[in-house]
């Protein structure tokens, strides 16, 4: 399982700040705090970055590799930017990844970038038009990425396929269908192809005390279903991992010796499942 | 071999809520399947359908249903009268809509004596709601919980930003709780959880999704009620198994369609008729997705809508 930080994210407050001040300090000891907590590779949120992505996509990159031994994750939309990046990155700490392409066609050329720096890259399955209804359309979206990676000259075994994790708070659905996506993906190649999810968007919008719960046993139960690789939080993913065996205990119905943790991991379980209908305070019923 | 039609079982049940005191008192909910299928189970109550009145004038009303109500709706306590004994109202919905800041502003105290005189006047079941003034209906819905004690009314509408005095208003005056969301399942369910946990009891509270008009988003409010409802009976959800409520006539005699004048729209049709069908139209697909109260305007759509429900039941 490779776990790829997410918390060099422009979205939070701190990391934005330190990314326009260029301050090194915030993002060299947030990067180094993930690689300690069990991150293979970490990933750089540069967001849009229309304006001086190149210079900012180089400094993540360069920043982050001065400290920390590991491969970067690339994600933005900015194709310079990625490209910027893609030019500094240190291969002797691992192969690159972008984050990522998709079936937009102003997404395809990225897959340029990936051929030419031999970079990894993940192939997230949306089109141009809304989201994908099903794990059968996020399949046939998939098959579309693979022929063009092919085309461009990507080989499958660089391609991660990201179902896209969608709220539970909002589209509870979804959350058994990228479960049975994440094995479909699995089937259309051989060997397997690879697998990532963007998995803390599972619990966006819930409150902050149950994000963590949701956010591990969600985890858990796709490493069950044969996940590759997930950008999340890794001091969750290393207690997941803990948890590993008592909640596969859990799941196949045996009494474990905590009946506080069980009530909240079967709770869980069920409102992943689709068994019990989402509210805030699920785990309080 | 004889043709055996499928039959579902479910393991829930709605619950029912009586409305009102004495032999006028109304009950719905409580049946165990989906809307009208007593052929799998039991549907022991037909659903209720109230007439909507207001403590001022409809001048927001558009002609076409402001008509039917001309000689008496200028006092709340005739109109209310008037659909008892003359339009055979099993309910009625007295809206406090004078109350809202932008409004009359009418006070609470106007909003009490209000409530008080129409009680007086009627012994069918009155449901009371406020302006939909998060702020204001607080005031005025605490102040008229306690001037209706005990008449076993329905109070509304509880929101996630003003359920908390609402729902201790209707608690401590023995009236039911309207709880309304914006259409959306998890959060209805959500605050049908925070009220409970206050101690509310959930068999008297009744689920308002939002509702929507035909043609104006009618989809989304029927989606929700019917999730609500198969939360309810397939996956026995007690945080679900409210009856639900349809605001219909306010959000239909809104619309473009109620109003847009046939000599403009020709091809339309004749505005009243386009009204009124547009109403009974709305009403009877929120029926079918699972409501069990609806507050309806037009005499003529409700008895539309009453006639659906003989056929069906």
């Known amino acids: 399982m490779l ?19 260029k301050d090194k300090g915030p993002i060299q000891e947030i990067a180094t705090r993930q690689w300690k907590e069990g991150s293979g590779m970490i990933d750089a949120n540069i967001g849009p970055a229309e304006d001086g992505g190149e210079d ?11 400290v920390v031994p590991l491969p970067i ?12 990046g893609l030019k500094v990155h240190n291969n002797e700490w691992g192969r690159p990844l972008i984050n990522s392409t998709s079936n937009d066609p102003e997404r395809f050329p990225i897959l340029e970038l990936a051929a030419k720096y031999n970079s990894q890259v993940i192939g997230l399955t949306v089109g141009k038009g809304g989201l994908p209804a099903d794990a059968e359309e996020r399949c046939a979206i998939a098959a579309e990425i693979m022929a063009r990676a092919m085309e461009y000259g990507v080989p499958l075994e660089d391609i991660y396929l990201d179902p896209l994790v969608l709220q539970i708070a909002t589209s509870q659905d979804h959350a058994t269908k990228v479960i049975d996506a994440i094995k479909m993906f699995q089937e259309m190649n051989d060997p397997a192809m690879k697998t990532v999810v963007g998995l803390s968007n599972i619990s966006n919008g819930c409150p902050k ?30 207690e ?3 948890e590993r065996q008592l909640f596969n205990d859990v799941l196949a119905g045996k009494e474990i010796g905590d009946p506080e943790k069980m009530k909240v991991i079967k709770k869980t379980i069920e409102v992943i499942m689709g068994d019990n209908l989402y509210a805030h305070s699920y785990l309080e019923m | 071999m004889a043709f055996a039609a499928p039959k579902e079982t479910y393991s829930g049940k709605v619950y029912s809520v009586t409305v009102g005191t004495g032999d006028k008192a109304v009950t719905f909910g409580g049946e165990n399947v989906l809307s009208f299928h007593s052929f799998e189970g039991s549907t022991p109550n037909r659903p209720l359908i109230a007439f909507e009145i207001q403590d001022i004038p409809p001048a927001d009303w558009p002609e076409n249903v402001q008509k039917p109500y001309a000689a008496v709706s200028g006092d709340p306590v005739t109109w209310a009268k008037y659909c008892q004994d003359e339009l055979n109202a099993r309910a009625v919905a007295l809206r406090l809509v004078g109350t809202h800041p932008d409004r009359e502003n009418r006070s609470p105290e106007d909003a009490v004596k209000t409530v008080k005189d129409v009680l007086a006047a009627i012994n069918i079941p009155l449901i009371i709601l406020g302006s939909n003034h998060s702020e204001k209906d607080t005031s005025v819905l605490i102040a008229v919980a306690e001037a209706a004690k005990d008449k076993n ?12 005095t609402i729902a201790a208003a209707a608690m401590a005056n023995n009236h039911k709780l309207v709880a309304m969301s914006e259409l959306d399942i998890n959060l209805s369910k959500q605050l049908n959880i925070l009220i409970t946990q206050m101690g509310f009891d959930k068999e008297r509270l009744i689920t308002d999704p939002m509702c929507s008009a035909l043609g104006y988003g009618l989809e989304y409010t029927y989606s929700v009620m019917e999730r609500i409802r198969l939360a309810a009976l397939t996956q026995n959800d007690v945080t679900m198994q409210q009856p639900m409520m349809g605001d219909v006539g306010m959000y239909v005699w809104k619309v473009k369609e109620t109003q847009a004048a046939e000599a403009d729209l020709p091809h339309w049709g004749s505005t009243e008729e386009r009204g009124i069908l547009w109403e009974a139209e709305t009403a009877t697909a929120l029926l079918i997705a699972g409501a069990e109260l609806l507050i309806m305007r037009h005499p003529r759509a409700v008895a539309a809508v009453e006639k659906v429900i003989d056929e069906l039941v």
């Open chain 1, 73 to 84: 994750c690339l994600d933005t939309t900015n194709a310079k930017a990625l490209e910027a």
């Open chain 1, 56 to 66: 900012l996509m180089q400094w993540m990159v360069t920043t982050i590799q001065e």
């Open chain 1, 209 to 238: 005390h149950i994000r963590p719960i949701l956010n591990k046993y969600y985890f858990l139960m796709l490493m069950n279903a044969g996940l590759t690789s997930a950008i999340a939080d890794s001091h969750e993913m290393a």
């Open chain 2, 153 to 164: 009314c329905i109070i509304g509408k509880a929101q996630e930003s003003n359920y908390k």
């Open chain 1, 3 to 21: 776990i790829i930080g997410e918390k060099l994210s422009i979205i939070a407050k701190r990391v934005r700040e330190a990314m326009m001040n």
């Open chain 1, 240 to 242: 997941a991992l803990n």
